[in-house]
């Protein structure tokens, strides 16, 4: 099993800048890529970033790319997720995943963590 805990995220003006982060625990040699989701209200779920937790590569969704940054500190079983120059469309529910897959896509991942609200205010 695998337990993703979150913490971070709250409310900050547009322009302004969160830390995300997510401690795993368990049998956290289960996986090999962490990713960075969000959900708006009446949205669907989409991929933010995600990372491979050996090689250390990125990616992003273009949508946050230049913007965001996801990283990994091994050591401590934690995922980071920097967020600047944040915009009012930002705002959503972030969670923290791991899985097996390199994607971006939702349903590739089967351990979440309990989401952590980000609100951005123009």
């Known amino acids: 099993q695998v337990q993703l805990v979150q913490s971070g995220g709250g409310s900050v003006q547009a322009g302004g800048s969160l830390r995300l982060s997510c401690t795993a625990s368990?049998?956290?040699?289960?996986?090999?890529?962490m990713g960075w989701f969000r959900q708006a209200p009446g949205k669907e779920r989409e991929g933010v970033a995600v990372i491979n937790t050996s090689a250390g590569s990125t990616d992003y969704a273009a949508s946050v790319k230049g913007r965001f940054t996801i990283s990994r500190d091994n050591a401590k079983n934690t995922l980071f997720l920097l967020m600047n120059s944040l915009k009012p469309e930002d705002t959503a529910m972030y969670y923290c995943?791991?899985?097996?897959?390199?994607?971006?896509?939702?349903?590739?991942?089967?351990?979440w963590g309990q989401g952590t609200q980000v609100t951005v205010s123009s």
């Open positions: 995943a791991a899985g097996n897959f390199w994607s971006l896509l939702p349903y590739r991942y089967n351990h």
């Open positions: 368990g049998y956290t040699a289960s996986y090999s890529f």
